[in-house]
C-alpha cells in the first residue's frame, strides 16, 4: 500500500542511503565513528535552536555539525586531551544544551521521540527537495575528492608529501558528513544516523575487493535497509529509525553467513 | 637556470632544525639533493633520519633554518611503516593508483621492475613484509618522479632481493634521471650504490663520497664500534656545540663535522 506519506518516506530513504555508503566506508576506515555520534547528538542542538529562531530545522542542524566539527579540530590542536575524550565531551555536552534549551521553551511543544527516532509521516516535498538536492552536492563533491579522500585515508603521509593536500580533502569530508547528519535526521533520528552510516558499510566489507566497490555496494545495501525497514515499519507501525537499523543489521548478518567458495573475493 | 651541465638542485635544506617539547630531534642539517644523483642519509637510531626526510618532503616544517622544494616537483615517497587499515579492502593494482592514474602497462612495468608482477590482483592484508615493501617501492616508482625519497626500503626483503632492489635504485636513477633520498641501515650496499653519503646524528656528522666518508674518523665512532660491540650508544654526543651560524664547535677529541670532500 503506498500512501502518498510512505512514498516520500521510501524517496527521502533511498537518498540518504546512497549518501551515507561513501561516508560510512570512510568512516569505517579511518575509525571515526565515534564522529559521527558526536555530530548526530549535537544534531538536538540544532533542532532546539531552530525552534528557537524559528528557521529550517535541517538548515540549523547541518550548522550546529559544521560548527561542532570546527570546534573539534580547533580543540584537537589546542587540548591536551584524546580525540575520544574531547568528542565525548562535544557530543554530550551538546546534547544537554539542546535539551536544557528545548526545556526553557515552554511555548513550543517537541515530540523528542520524532527527533530521537526518526519520523516518516513528518517528510515534506521541502524536506525531499533537500535531501536530494543536499544529497546529491554531498556525491557529486565526495565524487572529486575521492583520490585525495581515500589517498588520505590509507596514508596521510604519502597524500602530502605527492602533492594531494589532504588536509582540504579532510575539511571537506567533514562539512560532507554535517549535511549528511542534516538530511538523515528526519529519516532514522538523531540516535541511530551513525548505523546507518556503519552498518551497510559493514556489511559492504564483506563482498568487495576494492574501496570503490565497497562504497557502491554499502549504498546498495543501505537502500535495501531502506525499503526493507520502512516497510516493518508500515507493516507493524514501529517507528521507522529502529526499523531501518534492524533491517541493516540483518543484511549484515545475512552477509556474515557463509559463502561457496567460488565467491568468494580473493 | 642552470647554464651549463650544472644539475638542478631539487631539495635542499639550509642550517634546518625540528624541535619538540624542547628538544632538538635535528639541528643544523644543510644538505641537498640535485637530479641524478643519489644521496644516502645513515646514522643510528633516533638520529633524525626519517626527520630529516620528511623535511625535505614538507611533511615537516624547520623550527629554525630553511627548507627548499622545487615547485610542483613530482615526488615519490615510500614510508618507514605504513600501516593500513585491513578493514580496507585494497588489493595491489588499486594501491599503486593511490595518489595517480595509471595504464594497465605501466602498472605491470612497475610491478615487474620489483618482481611483484604476480601479486598485481592479490589483496594488501596478504602480502608478505617483503613482498609489501616491493609493492610500496612499485608504487613509488610508477610515478616517475623527479625526486624519490625511500626510507628504509628494503626492510624484510631478503639479501638477494636487497641487491636486486638497490640495482633497481640504480637504473630508476639512470632512467628518469631523479634525485634519490635513501635511508638505509645496510652500509655495504648503501657504499656500493650511493653518490653521496650523509652521516647523521642529530646534526650532520660528516658527509661526502662513499670512499672517503668510510675512512673517516667520525663515521668509523657511529659505526665502528656499533658493529663490532653491537652496542648503540655514541659518547661524542656533546661533545660539540652549535654556533648561531650554523657550524660545529668542537670541544672534545672525536666527532663534530668533517666535510671531506671541501
Known amino acids: 500500500m503506498l500512501d502518498d506519506f510512505f512514498f516520500r518516506a521510501v524517496l527521502g530513504g533511498i537518498g540518504v542511503a546512497l549518501v551515507a555508503g561513501p561516508l560510512g566506508c570512510i568512516i569505517i576506515w579511518r575509525r571515526l565513528a565515534y564522529f559521527g555520534d558526536t555530530l548526530s547528538h549535537s544534531a538536538l542542538l540544532g533542532i532546539a535552536l531552530a525552534l528557537l529562531f524559528d528557521i529550517n530545522v535541517t538548515l540549523a542542524v547541518f550548522g550546529i555539525s559544521v560548527a561542532v566539527s570546527m570546534l573539534l579540530i580547533v580543540l584537537q590542536r589546542r587540548a591536551s586531551l584524546s580525540s575520544d575524550a574531547l568528542l565525548g565531551m562535544l557530543a554530550h555536552s551538546s546534547l544537554a544544551i539542546g535539551l536544557v534549551v528545548l526545556a526553557f521553551m515552554t511555548w513550543v511543544r517537541v515530540d523528542l521521540m520524532g527527533f530521537l527516532f526518526g519520523d516518516i509521516l513528518a517528510i515534506t516535498p521541502l524536506d525531499l527537495a533537500i535531501i536530494w538536492g543536499g544529497g546529491i552536492s554531498v556525491l557529486a563533491v565526495v565524487f572529486i575528492i575521492w583520490r585525495s579522500l581515500f589517498a588520505a585515508t590509507v596514508s596521510y603521509e604519502i597524500a602530502t608529501a605527492e602533492g594531494l593536500s589532504p588536509d582540504h580533502a579532510n575539511f571537506i569530508f567533514m562539512i560532507m558528513m554535517a549535511g549528511v547528519i542534516a538530511i538523515s535526521m528526519k529519516i532514522v533520528g538523531v540516535l541511530l544516523i551513525t548505523a546507518l552510516l556503519i552498518i551497510p558499510a559493514a556489511t559492504a566489507r564483506r563482498l568487495s575487493s576494492s574501496p570503490e566497490q565497497m562504497a557502491i555496494f554499502s549504498s546498495i545495501i543501505g537502500l535495501i535497509s531502506v525499503w526493507g525497514g520502512l516497510l516493518g515499519s508500515l507493516e507493524w507501525d514501529i517507528p521507522a529509525g529502529p526499523s531501518i537499523v534492524v533491517a541493516a543489521l540483518i543484511c549484515f548478518v545475512l552477509s556474515v553467513m557463509p559463502i561457496p567458495k567460488r565467491q568468494r573475493s580473493r | ?262
Open chain 2, 1 to 262: 637556470m642552470s647554464v651549463l651541465k650544472e644539475p638542478e638542485m631539487l631539495v635542499s635544506l639550509e642550517n634546518a632544525g625540528i624541535s619538540r617539547s624542547d628538544r632538538w630531534l635535528v639541528r643544523g642539517v644543510s644538505m641537498s639533493v640535485s637530479a641524478g644523483e643519489i644521496v644516502t642519509l645513515i646514522g643510528p637510531n633516533g638520529s633524525g633520519k626519517s626527520t630529516t626526510a620528511k623535511l625535505t618532503l614538507g611533511l615537516l616544517q624547520p623550527d629554525e633554518g630553511t627548507a627548499y622544494r622545487k615547485p610542483h616537483l613530482n615526488v615519490g615517497y615510500v614510508p618507514q611503516k605504513l600501516d593500513l587499515n585491513w578493514t580496507l579492502p585494497l588489493s595491489v593494482n588499486r594501491f599503486l593508483q593511490l595518489t595517480n592514474r595509471a595504464s594497465r602497462a605501466q602498472i605491470n612495468d612497475a610491478l615487474a621492475s620489483t618482481d611483484t608482477l604476480h601479486l598485481a590482483n592479490a589483496q594488501m592484508s596478504n602480502l608478505s613484509g617483503g613482498e609489501f615493501q616491493r609493492v610500496l617501492l612499485a608504487r613509488a616508482i610508477l610515478r616517475a618522479p623527479d625526486f624519490l625519497v625511500l626510507d628504509e626500503p628494503v626492510q624484510g626483503v631478503d639479501s638477494n632481493g636487497e641487491l636486486a632492489l638497490f640495482s633497481l635504485i640504480e637504473n630508476i636513477r639512470n632512467t628518469l634521471n631523479c634525485g634519490v633520498l635513501l635511508i638505509s641501515h645496510n652500509l655495504h650496499i648503501v657504499m656500493a650504490t650511493t653518490d653521496r653519503v650523509i652521516c647523521l646524528n642529530g646534526h650532520v656528522c660528516c658527509s661526502g663520497s662513499p670512499a672517503n666518508v668510510a675512512s673517516s674518523a667520525a663515521f668509523k665512532s657511529l659505526f665502528g664500534e656499533h658493529a663490532t660491540s653491537g652496542l648503540a650508544f655514541y659518547e661524542h654526543n656533546h661533545d660539540h656545540e652549535h654556533l648561531p651560524d650554523g657550524r660545529i664547535h668542537h670541544n672534545a677529541r672525536t666527532g663534530g663535522e668533517e666535510n671531506i670532500d671541501a
